[in-house]
């Protein structure tokens, strides 16, 4: 017999291993609840509640249709991967950014085009190698023999959705580049800063297989990152629909936008109306302490992990169409916010423990706070 607990109640559940992973009704309570691990694919996008009232609340409506038309849009070059596409617009909606680990070839670079051509936003490439300098990433001072000034050039990261291909190939000095950016939405040049352009949005990319001549990206990195996916490969249904798709052209070259910028920007700022209990925030915090103390991790989740939690919680929330974070949403956004913030111990790895490992026991153990609404 396995133990788990009751993801509504928090009560624990005795049930046979060969049911992990199913759904079942808590005896305590009589919700539906996961046995075992979260599942992290489980990531549903009902319909934008209607007859709204209160202040700020059709905004948040709002936010959750132009998610709603985004996500279909999306769906129209990427297929099969709702799940991933639903987590990267939550990176976006919460003002984050995404790293994208995964084999070459599985759309990693067709879901940022597809994802920037549908909000209408400039979308800028940086194709990372050992070679490539900060100046060729965030622009330079050039000298004009004209005006007989130096005139400041332009970088490809002044952009709104900026990919950064195979980031891990770019020598650390070349990383940092991005991390201003990152952090502050700005560029600083020559003792000049240069803002942003909103909304500046991040996907960056790299190979989990092939490490030759690569500069893993340190942890202080990794933490500015909201999210880490992985798309993976399709199902086979799914690759015969993509060839389909793909005989007389490529999907993405008729994509049309179908929202923009200022409805991006409106989103955002709707995310932060969305509302989080007491009880949310302590069940946030106790998910991220839980991993300091965690005996196979050596560091655990900083502060920004928490702040990173809390605003995908209301940001998941906020594109399922609701006003109103529930623990069920902390514990689906947890595993892509937390896993790639944690550094296992080596005596760990060789017992083949791995972060999102932890991040499922901690889910597991850590008691869910009964909530009075329901969805």
């Not at 017999?1 to 992973?21: D, K, L």
């Not at 990433?137 to 950064?164: D, W, Y």
Request: charged share 20%.
């Amino acid at each position: 017999m396995a133990r788990c607990f009751c993801g509504v109640c928090g009560q624990p559940i005795e049930y046979p291993e060969t049911m992990s992973g199913q759904q079942a009704v808590c005896p305590s309570c009589g919700k539906t609840t996961w046995l075992g691990p979260v599942p992290v694919e489980v990531i549903r996008v009902p319909k934008v509640v209607e007859g709204r009232q209160a202040s700020g609340e059709e905004t948040i409506a709002q936010a959750g249709a132009t998610a709603g038309r985004i996500i279909d849009n999306i769906e129209r070059v990427i297929i099969g991967k709702r799940p991933k596409v639903v987590l990267t617009l939550v990176a976006l909606f919460a003002e984050g950014h995404v790293l994208l680990e995964d084999v070459p070839g599985v759309a990693k670079t067709m879901l940022a085009r597809a994802l920037a051509q549908s909000i209408g936003c400039v979308f800028k490439r940086v194709q990372c190698t050992p070679d490539l300098l900060p100046g060729d990433i965030t622009g330079s001072s050039i000298f004009n023999p004209k005006t007989t000034e130096f005139e400041f050039r332009h970088g490809p990261v002044f952009a709104q959705i900026l990919l950064a291909d195979e980031i891990n190939r770019a020598t650390p000095r070349a990383q940092a580049a991005l991390l201003e950016a990152m952090a502050e939405r700005q560029v600083s040049v020559d003792g000049v800063n240069y803002p942003l352009d909103r909304p500046f949005f991040l996907i960056a990319t790299q190979n989990p297989i092939d490490h030759e001549g690569t500069f893993p990206l340190p942890e202080a990195q990794l933490d500015r990152f909201l999210a880490r996916l992985s798309l993976g490969y399709p199902a086979q249904d799914e690759e015969e629909q993509m060839l389909e798709r793909l005989q007389l052209g490529h999907p993405i070259e008729s994509l049309q936008p179908v929202a923009t910028a200022e409805e991006i920007i409106a989103s955002q700022q709707a995310v932060r109306r969305v509302h989080v209990d007491a009880k949310v925030r302590h069940y946030v915090t106790d998910i991220v302490r839980a991993s300091r103390g965690h005996e196979a991790i050596i560091l655990g989740g900083s502060p920004r992990a928490s702040i990173a939690l809390f605003r995908a919680a209301q940001a998941l929330a906020a594109i399922q169409g609701y006003d109103y974070v529930l623990p069920d949403d902390v514990k689906q956004i947890a595993p892509a916010v937390l896993a790639h913030r944690l550094i296992v111990k080596p005596e760990s790895r060789l017992r083949k423990i791995t972060s999102a490992g932890v991040v499922e026991e901690i889910l597991m153990k850590v008691p869910v706070p009964t909530m009075d609404g329901r969805r």
